[in-house]
């Protein structure tokens, strides 16, 4: 017998050199079927080296691209780096190099790592953002929103990070601070660039509908949205002569608004205050707001504190004056970050009016509390109005002031258009030429790419590098032929990642960004894969561009992504890794002493994908000896036992229960792989099935169940595990298994006498319970009831109904 010693470090680069030099996983764009699936996990900023959250992610995908291309299908699987922006920039900073060098650095890293990892990407697809070839193609559709007014330049208060020297969009501020640095944000007035993403709130939150996205996704995408029916109401400050809108839900209280109040992020509150006493401890107030927990400033609990602008406004209803504050407890994106504060029938405005000493109005009776938040009549209000139910008043009050032109009916957003330009050097140039002669100027198509400069000093200085540059600032107009300036700010970068997955679909091309024929056939991305921390800023500006795009007749693809998966973090002692904790986990270390399918199988098995896992050392050994085992079965059948078809029928008893055992693993497998991505009990049927398999539990089996049923093993586990199961499946058939079909489960050896029943409570699962086959639908009732963890939710609780679905579930509806 031959001595077999399972060698992950002899094993998986042979296989490696095999799909690389026969380009295995390589698609091209030839006839495109309507059954051909894109499966794409999110493109990775290139700094540093790969992390463990990059292993996970590219194992869940290449798990769901392998069984894919198993059940007949063609799969696009490409690779791309989102190498612009500030993570590329910063590392560059960290380790002193040019930004162009230290991004092809770790790109370098990203592909040797991938490569090593056995991914089965189509490598002629890969690009990085940060290539000429591709940021052409980022200006051309930046100019054509421009031309249809979708990105605009105005003046603006905007978050400012002084440690990074920039302006960040909205999204890009968690709880006043930085999201990439963690240092809090200042508020400064600037001219910038924006996307105009406001005008298709509506489509962005209807379309929610329509798209197989996890519920926890869309329901933060809705939020951030945030769309809510009112009216809005004009207040005109007559010391600067200008108009305040404020959205309201209760247009009934207006009649007792005793002052107004603006957030700190407004982008006229610093106008305001400017030339008046209060300027000073305005722009002191106002940087010290952002630094709070926007769920803490909205606190009803939380003292309010607030600065007097030194203006005021008058209330359209009645013609009062009403002294205008700022105040941390108003946010900007509600409304439009100003509000009229009604401390009679707000608990939060009665708190800031006792602390300022301001007028409290009660304009609804019906209750003696202060503040009053209850309904009941009107007083106080106006003859039209007082008398009636204030809900029955909303409406009037609304076209009263509609019909005299102080307001009208109105639909709120919380989302606010996209601040895109930054002050950094490594990004995309904006391709816009300013003359003095001619204004704002479109860079001709012909003249694109923009091409970054090469710089020394790219540090950020509070304005643009790029504006050093002089050589490259200072040029020709293409209308007048004037002297002119390039723009010098840069694009975010999650412009750059808002379309790339169009790119994939047709990269080589150099007469356009795509072939429409090709990415309509392409698009949208089947299966998409990421974090969740990506939920609102990358997802919501990708949907837009996709419909903008749309609009603009370039595509035909309303939503980008029609199926989304959003992993859970691997977590180390309980803790999210960090160099500070000394609890990172190398991918590269584990990968060079295991093996890079231990790596793989372990981070799917160590529980469901979609949820956070701990990391742990002695469960990756345990792995390791299970691909181990699995490998050394299958390398000691093909020598020891006889090459023997699967029999169609068992003979006997342990040829019985080897081939049951192999179609409940096919069947297992296949619906935890298809069905809901639950890659950890998956690979667990697989261990499973291996246990009956050694040569004490397979007894007198027939050879040919036996290599049929180690085949199987190794043809299941190929998603999770590529090159070992390759190995082990060319040892026993002399085929291929990627070339092999998925395999079938076969009715006849799927006969049990017993199965796994669902109790669920309300449709959600509770517990599963054995029960016997053919049982029924009382016994499953009863089974199901009789569950402990199913027990746990019905005491109290009254039965409406029971759901029995045989030989599946039980669902008993309570309320």
């Known amino acids: 017998m031959a001595d077999h010693v399972y060698d992950p470090a002899e094993i998986e680069p042979r296989w490696q050199r095999v799909w690389a030099e026969e380009h295995t996983w390589e698609v091209s764009n030839d006839e495109i079927a309507d059954d051909d699936v894109y499966v ?178 869309k329901t933060m995408q809705r939020n951030w949205i945030g769309r809510s029916e009112g009216a809005e109401v004009t207040f005109h400050c007559e010391e600067l002569d200008v108009d305040y809108p404020v959205f309201t839900t209760r247009p009934d209280t207006l009649f007792g608004a005793t002052f ?90 009665f708190a800031f009016a006792q602390a300022y000493n301001l007028p409290v109005k009660r304009v609804i009776g019906g209750g003696e509390e202060l503040p009053y ?15 009636l139910h204030n809900r029955d008043a909303l409406e009037k009050i609304t076209a009263w002031l509609d019909r005299d032109g102080k307001g009208h009916q109105s639909i709120n957003y919380r989302l606010r258009d996209w601040l895109l330009s930054r002050q950094r050097y490594w990004g995309c140039p904006i391709p816009i030429i300013h003359c003095p002669t001619c204004g704002m100027v479109q860079v001709p198509d012909d003249a694109l790419p923009v091409e970054l400069p090469d710089i020394a000093d790219y540090a950020p200085k509070g304005k643009s590098p790029l504006a050093a540059a002089e050589d490259w600032v200072n040029t020709e107009c293409p209308k007048c032929y004037g002297p002119a300036k390039r723009e010098t700010d840069t694009m975010d970068t999650f412009v750059d990642s808002s379309w790339y997955f169009l790119r994939y679909c047709d990269p080589d091309n150099g007469d356009a960004p795509w072939d429409p024929k090709v990415v309509n056939a392409w698009m949208p991305v089947d299966q998409y894969i990421g974090g969740v921390e990506h939920a609102i800023l990358h997802l919501l500006y990708a949907r837009f561009f996709c419909k903008a795009l749309t609009d603009l007749e370039l595509l035909d693809v309303n939503e980008p992504f029609a199926r989304l998966f959003t992993q859970g973090m691997i977590t180390k002692d309980g803790a999210k890794m960090s160099k500070s904790k000394g609890n990172v986990v190398s991918p590269r270390e584990i990968v060079a002493k295991y093996g890079a399918d231990t790596a793989r199988c372990y981070i799917l098995f160590i529980g469901p994908p979609d949820q956070d896992a701990d990391w742990s050392d002695d469960g990756v050994d345990g792995m390791q000896r299970f691909l181990g085992r699995l490998w050394r079965t299958c390398a000691e059948a093909a020598d020891e036992l006889p090459d023997e078809p699967a029999p169609a029928e068992a003979s006997d008893d342990d040829t019985l229960r080897v081939m049951r055992k192999a179609h409940w693993a096919i069947d297992k497998v296949t619906h935890d792989v298809a069905g809901r991505f639950a890659f950890n009990t998956a690979i667990a049927a697989v261990m499973e099935l291996m246990n009956e398999l050694t040569p004490a539990k397979r007894g007198s089996a027939e050879p040919g169940a036996v290599r049929f049923a180690l085949a199987t093993a190794a043809s299941l586990l190929f998603p999770f595990a590529p090159h070992t199961s390759a190995d082990a499946y060319e040892k026993l058939t002399g085929r291929r298994v990627w070339e092999e079909p998925w395999p079938a489960a076969d009715s006849r050896f799927l006969e049990a006498d017993t199965f796994e029943l669902v109790a669920q409570v309300n449709g959600k699962v509770r517990d599963r319970v054995t029960a016997p086959s053919g049982a029924s639908k009382d016994d499953l009732e009863a089974l199901a009831r009789g569950s402990e963890k199913v027990q746990a939710f019905l005491d109290g609780k009254d039965v409406v109904k029971v759901i029995v679905v045989p030989e599946k579930l039980v669902n008993i509806v309570v309320r």
């Open 373 to 387: 938040v209850g309904d009941g009549p009107l007083v106080h209000s106006h003859p039209n109005f007082d008398g």
């Open 260 to 349: 107004f109040v603006m957030a700190p992020e407004h982008p006229d509150v610093l106008r305001l205050a400017a030339g008046t006493e209060h300027e000073e401890a305005v722009r002191d107030y106002i940087n010290h707001a952002l630094t709070a927990e926007k769920e803490d400033r909205g606190d009803a609990d939380k003292p309010k504190t607030g600065v007097f602008l030194g203006r005021h406004v008058v209330n359209p209803v009645n013609g009062e004056k009403l002294p205008m504050y700022v105040a941390d407890y108003v946010l900007m994106e509600y409304g439009t970050g100003a509000i009229m504060a009604v401390p009679g029938h707000d608990e939060r405005d």
């Open 40 to 217: 794409l996990e999110m493109l990775p900023y290139p700094s540093g080296e790969p992390h463990i959250g990059h292993l996970k992610v590219y194992s869940v995908g290449d798990a769901v691209a392998h069984f894919n291309r198993r059940t007949g299908r063609r799969v696009l699987h490409p690779m791309g780096y989102d190498a612009f922006g500030l993570p590329a920039e910063n590392h560059a900073i960290k380790t002193g190099q040019h930004p162009r060098e230290s991004t092809n650095a770790a790109i370098a890293s990203f592909q040797e790592q991938f490569r090593s990892w056995g991914v089965s990407i189509d490598w002629t697809r890969e690009f990085a953002t940060c290539e000429p070839e591709y940021y052409r193609w980022t200006q051309w559709i930046f100019l054509r929103l421009y031309e249809r007014g979708l990105a605009y330049r105005k003046d603006a208060a905007v978050n400012w990070c002084p440690k990074d020297a920039t302006v960040l969009a909205n999204e890009q501020v968690v709880d006043g601070r930085c999201e990439r640095c963690g240092t809090e944000v200042e508020v400064r007035q600037l001219e910038q660039w924006f996307f105009r993403i406001t005008d298709y709130a509506d489509r962005l939150l209807d379309d929610l509908d329509i798209i197989d996205w996890p519920e926890h996704v």
